[in-house]
């Protein structure tokens, strides 16, 4: 009996030979060659390539220019935020990621109308894993995160109480999510390409996704684990209720990510001044504690 892998694969490749190359093709040809191990859901559909790359635009350009402005500027006036936000932040950037992540993955989202073309370039990505990535360069696929940027600064505005809690919280979202994300991802595809000690000591820290993490992990079929792409922090607590036993209805999926692309930023901002005083009593008390052990 032969493998319907096996099946699937060489069929796609009788088709191929018809076709005349492309980009994709010639994409694939150089950089999947050594791609892991079958990929694509197992009843998943199969994609003839991976998305075509577009070019980057000045108005790509002018956003990056302007958020780094803005981190820039806020970390001279305000200094950096604090140490348990900046943590938090870490993880829910990341928890942000799996969440937009296991939406996208679905086969139903190729339905979607407006989420059709991000829904097919996430499961072509399981096909094609390094020309999606590799092949498209970081760069490039920073530059695709542009629009969901502009959701998180938007929604902030319009329900954030545009404070400098508001400001911070939103531009460690675009930094970690947006910019983290693709990063992170970008580099959990490094294979045998150089990768520099900093990006090797980050990915073993767990702040930037570690390979083994999520080529072992989510890009062995069929695809239900470890969403998360920025640094795989959230995906330990997240696993169990973006993939199996619980496999959320895509509904599920698909509302929890626009409440959280939303309000996120605005309830963390409400959040920060009454989590940080528990906190601090909370800290405050165990000190008093061991002091007055110590004097006993
Ligand atoms: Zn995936
Ligand atoms: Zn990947």
């Given at each position: 009996?032969c493998?319907p892998?096996?099946?699937?694969?060489?069929?796609?490749?009788a088709?191929?030979?018809?076709?005349?190359?492309?980009?994709?093709?010639e994409?694939?040809a150089?950089?999947?060659?050594?791609?892991?191990?079958?990929?694509?859901?197992?009843?998943?559909?199969?994609?003839?390539?991976?998305?075509?790359?577009?070019?980057?635009?000045?108005?790509?350009?002018?956003?990056?220019?302007v958020?780094?402005?803005?981190?820039?500027?806020?970390?001279?006036?305000?200094?950096?935020?604090?140490?348990?936000?900046?943590?938090?932040?870490?993880?829910?950037?990341?928890?942000?990621?799996?969440v937009?992540?296991?939406?996208?993955?679905?086969?139903?989202?190729?339905?979607?109308?407006?989420?059709?073309?991000?829904?097919?370039?996430?499961?072509?990505?399981?096909?094609?894993?390094?020309?999606?990535?590799?092949?498209?360069?970081?760069?490039?696929?920073?530059?695709?995160?542009?629009?969901?940027?502009?959701?998180?600064?938007?929604?902030?505005?319009?329900?954030?109480?545009?404070?400098?809690?508001?400001?911070?919280?939103?531009?460690?979202?675009?930094?970690?999510?947006?910019?983290?994300?693709?990063t992170?991802?970008?580099?959990?595809?490094?294979?045998?390409?150089?990768?520099?000690?900093?990006?090797?000591?980050?990915?073993?820290?767990?702040?930037?996704?570690?390979?083994?993490?999520?080529?072992?992990?989510?890009?062995?079929?069929?695809?239900?684990?470890?969403?998360?792409?920025?640094?795989?922090?959230?995906?330990?607590?997240?696993?169990?209720?973006l993939?199996?036993?619980?496999?959320?209805?895509?509904?599920?999926?698909?509302a929890?990510?626009?409440?959280?692309?939303?309000?996120?930023?605005?309830?963390?901002?409400?959040c920060?001044?009454?989590?940080?005083?528990?906190?601090?009593?909370?800290?405050?008390?165990?000190?008093?504690?061991?002091?007055?052990?110590?004097?006993?």
């Open positions: 009996m493998d892998a096996v099946r699937r694969r060489s069929a796609r490749t088709d191929e030979s018809k076709k005349p190359p492309s980009t994709a093709d994409l694939r150089k950089y999947d060659t050594d791609a892991t191990g079958p990929v694509g859901g197992a009843n998943g559909p199969r994609f003839d390539g991976p998305e075509p790359v577009q070019p980057c635009t000045r108005i790509n350009l002018a956003h990056h220019v958020v780094f402005a803005a981190i820039a500027y806020s970390l001279v006036t305000h200094g950096c935020p604090s140490l348990g936000v900046v943590a938090f932040m870490l993880w829910y950037a990341d928890a942000y990621t799996a937009l992540h296991a939406a996208l993955d679905r086969p139903g989202c190729l339905d979607v109308k407006i989420l059709h073309g991000a829904a097919r370039g996430f499961q072509a990505h399981h096909d094609y894993p390094l020309a999606s990535t590799h092949g498209r360069g970081c760069y490039r696929m920073i530059c695709d995160t542009q629009r969901i940027q502009t959701i998180t600064i938007v929604s902030a505005l319009v329900f954030g109480r545009w404070n400098v809690a508001t400001f911070q919280i939103c531009l460690m979202k675009l930094l970690f999510s947006a910019y983290g994300g693709a992170g991802h970008f580099y959990a595809h490094g294979g045998a390409k150089p990768r520099g000690p900093a990006i090797k000591l980050a990915q073993k820290c767990h702040m930037l996704l570690p390979p083994k993490h999520h080529v072992g992990g989510h890009h062995a079929p069929p695809h239900d684990k470890n969403f998360g792409i920025f640094n795989g922090l959230s995906n330990y607590a997240l696993n169990p209720f993939g199996a036993p619980m496999n959320p209805p895509l509904g599920v999926l698909l929890a990510w626009a409440a959280l692309s939303l309000f996120d930023v605005a309830v963390v901002e409400r920060v001044g009454p989590v940080g005083e528990v906190v601090g009593r909370g800290v405050a008390t165990a000190l008093e504690l061991a002091r007055s052990s110590v004097s006993m």
